[in-house]
């Protein structure tokens, strides 16, 4: 029947620390608002400072006592991601929760990152697995305490169904789709998110304590949705249909309900995928276990995208 299971079911989040990417708007905002809320100092990761300040200033009002601050973290540049990480772990304190939020959709020309990689392959995935090796060493810190088993958690989307890896064109130079690319993306999110659960398993304590755990939105009112370098037909399209889309689609308060729910619940599974129950997971209030494409399971595929994702951040994770 899946869990009918709202903000008031979030267990007390007091004294843990959360590290939330892109948490300036969107369903990362919205994230970091309940989770601070409910007494976690959450650390919103932001690319902009003045959005990430802007984002805090409107999250203190709502939650006056909040214990919140803004790091600035750059995805799309890994030197950024290296001096965030740093900084973090040389604070010398444990990291409860991380969650990956952030992300590019759809852009209709080719961008790059700082690195020279496909922007929403560099961002969503690359960035992202970098974060999390880097960031290891606090997760362990913290699953070696008597606290709550420490997560990550990883958003993907419904897109992945639609994605393929191409391992001989991961950084699609030789052809670009901009829907195709972000499908890649987030198929490769939630095959990493399954790598991480299976290697996490096999590793000794404390860091088998870490839980890897995948979430999506269905498909969510949010700035990715709405903003973007859009055709002007698909632009109108959007700006006519405001109405009609507000009553098909999660708002991004909605749509962060099974983020909070991968992030928090007591009843999470090890390598749990979960997403509203609603029509073809787009939408509602219903969490349970979201549907898995089968090529988010391949293992073989699994370990020759973690291998790529090792040579290209130039990092070790759980090696």
């Not at 305490?145 to 993907?156: F, H, K, N, Q």
Request: net charge positive.
């Amino acid at each position: 029947m899946g869990k009918y299971w709202t903000l008031t079911d979030m267990p007390n989040q007091s004294g843990r620390r959360v590290i939330v990417t892109g948490a300036n708007s969107g369903i990362g905002y919205h994230a970091a608002l309940e989770l601070a809320r409910n007494g976690a100092c959450v650390v919103l990761a932001c690319r902009n400072r003045a959005r990430g300040e802007a984002a805090v200033a409107r999250l203190q009002k709502e939650v006056p006592n909040a214990q919140t601050e803004v790091a600035i973290l750059d995805l799309a540049a890994l030197d950024s991601v290296r001096e965030f990480a740093a900084r973090e772990i040389s604070r010398g304190v444990p990291l409860d929760l991380l969650i990956n939020n952030a992300g590019v959709m759809a852009p209709k020309r080719r961008l790059e990152t700082k690195d020279g990689l496909e922007l929403q392959f560099g961002t969503n995935v690359l960035g992202h697995f970098v974060l999390t090796a880097l960031l290891l060493p606090a997760l362990i810190r913290s699953a070696a305490t008597e606290r709550e088993r420490p997560r990550v958690v990883t958003i993907a989307s419904i897109a992945h169904k639609r994605g393929r890896l191409r391992f001989d064109d991961l950084q699609c130079v030789a052809s670009y789709s901009p829907m195709s690319a972000y499908q890649q993306s987030k198929l490769a999110n939630l095959i990493l998110a399954f790598e991480l659960d299976r290697r996490l398993r096999v590793t000794g304590e404390p860091a088998s304590r870490i839980m890897s755990v995948a979430a999506h939105p269905g498909v969510a009112d949010t700035n990715l949705f709405q903003v973007g370098e859009f055709g002007l037909a698909e632009k109108i399209a959007r700006r006519g249909l405001g109405v009609v889309i507000k009553k098909l689609l999660n708002s991004d308060g909605e749509g962060a309900l099974a983020t909070l729910y991968a992030a928090t619940a007591p009843d999470v599974q090890d390598g749990g995928y979960y997403g509203p129950k609603g029509f073809r997971e787009m939408r509602g209030r219903r969490i349970d276990n979201a549907e898995i494409a089968p090529q988010a399971v391949d293992r073989s595929a699994g370990e020759r995208l973690w291998e790529e994702c090792e040579r290209l951040g130039g990092v070790k994770l759980l090696g």
